[in-house]
């Protein structure tokens, strides 16, 4: 299968890629180089209600072929992914400005196992029984809802969009998806692979667009029946403004503002290369990146000088140079907003101990959208900096005396996403790890991930979880029969 990218990305819907109803087009560039690439679909309603026609239209058998089947189709998708792997990772890192490596070694090979997770998963799935003695007994059938949307961000690409389309399509439903506008390439592909590998038309519908047009006429159309959302806190809202009043099941994953919290009894050489990494991998533009780090005061200072120089050892530059640690932000867009996010810091009072400016590598990547690794100090946890998301290449450090001090601080602002813990006192550990308001929880580790365990934040952080079951329970309808003997 030749999987080159066409200029123009187009739509699948039913099974054939066509281009948007209303003939308009978005530009796709490269953040690396600043450079146009290419055009998506700037979709519309008409756009949706074509695909949730043909998603209607696939459901009846889909969802009644035996889970065998669904599971031998997306095996299927799992292999040709990582067959064409490498075409997958350019398009990824020239969409995005991640490092070749990474893409290599994190989003595609993920994408992979999404798929295959879930199509192993749903052979295992089962509904329950409650015996009610002698007198009756209750059974639950978990039917598919119908057809589901399924709409996701630009910091993995793949990655995130295969995690909610493989649960959805392995528990029997039809699905209309949407990409980042942003980073359309691996979607677009993703279609590809799935004409090939003999997923049935209608049963996946990829639409290129925005939010605002394409976006929301998927959460307002009549016939989707769930939405599964991983995006800002912001559309999140927005989202679920449309969706509640009309009942429809919403699963969001939202922003985070992460706490690293350092103790002085930590492992600290695996600490201090994790944390690197927890600060600024894809240039920070993960969700759970620990953007607030918390260090205990009898170590601030050795941390400080420690931080800083492995900081300094961050090469910023082309994404596709095998030497680059941090590539180029997403976007014009985004790297506007990171830097104002870095100039608030400073109003606020903050000391940037490093970085804080934009990067010009020399070459191709001249016009590219690059920042340097930045660390700031000196802000409380009520300030917008150490409550606001970034989202970029820029954390802060805040000292804590106690155990409860770490807490209140941890705790502070309005997100629950993720936290990272660092101490060898596994009692303590698991005992700050209890109190901590966040989805997830790492003790001495970071990003380590069983895909079969509830994922998902708590406060403006999102509702709902993914992953393992969770997904398949969301993604379908529990029904009871109750049978009396
Ligand atoms: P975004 O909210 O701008 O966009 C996400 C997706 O939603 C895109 O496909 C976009 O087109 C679409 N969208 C935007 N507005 C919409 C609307 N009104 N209706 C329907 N769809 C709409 O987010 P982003 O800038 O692409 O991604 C970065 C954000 O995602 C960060 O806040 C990050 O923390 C969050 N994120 C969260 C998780 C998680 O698992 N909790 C994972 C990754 C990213």
Not at 194 to 199: D, F, K, N, R, S
Not at 243 to 248: G, Q, S, W, Y
């Amino acid at each position: 299968m030749d999987l080159s990218l066409p200029y123009r990305l187009q739509n699948l819907i039913g099974g054939s890629f066509l281009p948007p109803a209303e003939d308009r087009w978005i530009d796709i560039l490269n953040p690396a180089t600043g450079i146009v690439t290419g055009a998506l679909p700037d979709s519309t309603a008409a756009d949706v209600a074509a695909a949730v026609s043909a998603a209607q239209a696939a459901f009846p058998s889909w969802s009644v072929l035996p889970a065998e089947e669904r599971f031998r189709i997306l095996n299927r998708i799992a292999a040709l992914i990582e067959e064409h792997q490498e075409e997958l990772a350019i398009a990824e890192t020239n969409d995005n400005g991640k490092p070749l490596w990474l893409s290599r070694r994190v989003d595609i090979p993920r994408a992979s196992a999404n798929f295959r997770f879930f199509a192993t998963g749903i052979m295992h799935f089962a509904g329950e029984s409650h015996s009610m003695e002698d007198k009756a007994i209750n059974y639950t059938l978990r039917q598919p809802l119908g057809v589901v949307g399924c709409i996701s961000p630009w910091n993995l690409p793949l990655y995130l969009f295969t995690w909610k389309i493989a649960p959805a399509l392995a528990a029997g439903n039809c699905v209309v998806a949407k990409p980042s506008e942003v980073t359309p390439a691996t979607a677009y592909l993703l279609g590809r692979i799935c004409v090939e590998a003999g997923l049935p038309a209608g049963v996946l519908n990829i639409l290129h667009g925005t939010g605002p047009s394409c976006g929301e006429a998927i959460v307002a159309h009549p016939a989707i029946k769930a939405i599964s959302f991983t995006g800002s806190t912001r559309a999140g809202a927005r989202i679920a403004s449309i969706a509640a009043p009309v009942f429809k099941k919403l699963s969001l994953e939202l922003g985070g503002k992460n706490p690293n919290i350092i103790f002085a009894d930590c492992d600290w050489e695996k600490m201090m290369t994790t944390t690197i990494q927890s600060s600024f991998a894809n240039q920070g533009q993960i969700c759970l990146c620990g953007s607030r780090i918390l260090v205990e005061e009898s170590i601030y200072a050795r941390f400080k000088t420690d931080f800083l120089q492995r900081v300094a050892d961050l090469t910023v530059g082309d994404p596709m140079d095998a030497g680059t640690k941090q590539g180029a932000l997403v976007s014009r867009v985004h790297f506007d907003k990171v830097m104002a996010g870095i100039e608030r810091a400073r109003q606020e009072g903050g000391n940037v101990l490093c970085g804080g400016k934009p990067v010009h590598p020399e070459g191709r990547c001249a016009g590219g959208y690059f920042i340097e690794p930045t660390v700031i100090e000196g802000l409380g946890p009520h300030c917008d900096t150490n409550t606001e998301e970034i989202f970029g290449p820029v954390v802060t450090l805040q000292p804590f005396r106690t155990t409860e001090e770490a807490l209140q601080l941890a705790n502070a602002g309005q997100y629950g996403l993720s936290a990272t813990i660092w101490t060898q006192d596994i009692s303590r550990a698991n005992q700050v790890g209890a109190k901590l308001e966040a989805g997830i929880v790492w003790i001495n580790c970071w990003l380590l991930r069983d895909l079969r365990t509830p994922f998902g934040g708590t406060r403006n952080s999102g509702v709902g979880r993914e992953g393992g079951w969770e997904a398949l329970r969301f993604f379908t309808e529990a029904k009871n029969i109750c049978v009396e003997l």
